[in-house]
């Protein structure tokens, strides 16, 4: 009979070991993407460096990043020397076609994903079989249609999942999904086949 090995700490339980603490689509992000040692990575809205961080603690990788502002670009880079940072808007990646195994992103609001250019991006930067994995923060779907419904609050200015999804399927990507993965993110996924 296999007997299964339980980890005990209580730091490394509530993700506080090593100083990094993962907010919840980081986590999100972290827990679904399918990554291995010597894979490349591209987070693309970069706020903070723990999300590379943590997963170039975790694999021996290629950890890149964009930054929305200057500013934070040259934050990211003095945090994460060993990364590639650099400024730029998501619709214009300045990496070569065909470098990346995945592409992860944040999404907050409909401005950040409200024109889908920045998917067609993705599709271009990363290798066949890449995965695109885009983390949603906010009321889950049916809790916001009922919200919405019964004119409690207005709900525009979200990104909508079946929105992101089409878009996502307009730009060539595959096998794409959907899921509450946390109380408050939800996670699109989708896959560049070769």
Same mark, same amino acid.
Not at 8 to 29: F, N, P, Y
Not at 57 to 77: E, H, I, N, W, Y
Not at 150 to 168: I, W
């Given at each position: 009979?296999?007997?299964?090995? &339980? ?22 992000? +972290? &827990? ?8 490349? !990575?591209?987070?693309?809205?970069? $706020?903070?460096?723990?999300?590379l961080k943590y997963l170039s &603690?975790?694999?021996?990788? @290629? ?6 502002? +200057?500013? #934070? ?5 003095e945090v994460l020397p060993e ?12 990496? @070569? ?11 907050? $609001?409909?401005? #950040? ?6 998917? &067609?991006?993705?599709?271009? !930067?990363? $290798? ?24 409690? +609050?207005?709900?525009?200015? %979200?990104? $909508?999942?079946?929105?992101?999804? @089409?878009?996502?399927? #307009? ?21 560049? %086949?070769?």
């Open positions: 009979m296999l007997d299964r090995v &339980q980890e005990r700490s209580w730091k490394r339980a509530l993700g506080v070991d090593a100083g990094l603490r993962l907010r919840g689509a980081q986590r999100a992000l +972290a &827990q679904w993407a399918i990554v291995d040692d010597y894979n490349s !990575v591209l987070d693309l809205r970069c $706020k903070d460096a723990r999300l &603690q975790k694999f021996s990788l @290629r950890a890149c990043g964009m930054a929305d502002d +200057a500013a #934070d670009a040259r934050m990211l880079r990364a590639e940072i650099f400024c730029a808007r998501p619709e214009d990646i300045p990496w @070569r076609e065909a470098c990346f195994d995945a592409v992860l992103c944040q999404l907050n $609001k409909a401005e #950040d994903g409200a024109d889908h250019s920045f998917l &067609q991006e993705a599709m271009r !930067v990363l $290798k066949p079989n890449g995965q695109l994995l885009i983390a949603l923060e906010g009321l889950p779907e049916p809790l916001c249609c009922a919200v919405d419904f019964m004119g409690m +609050a207005s709900m525009e200015g %979200r990104v $909508k999942p079946r929105d992101l999804m @089409r878009g996502m399927e #307009d730009a060539g990507f595959e096998d794409i999904s959907y899921r509450t993965v946390r109380p408050m993110v939800g996670l699109a996924m989708g896959w560049k %086949r070769g």
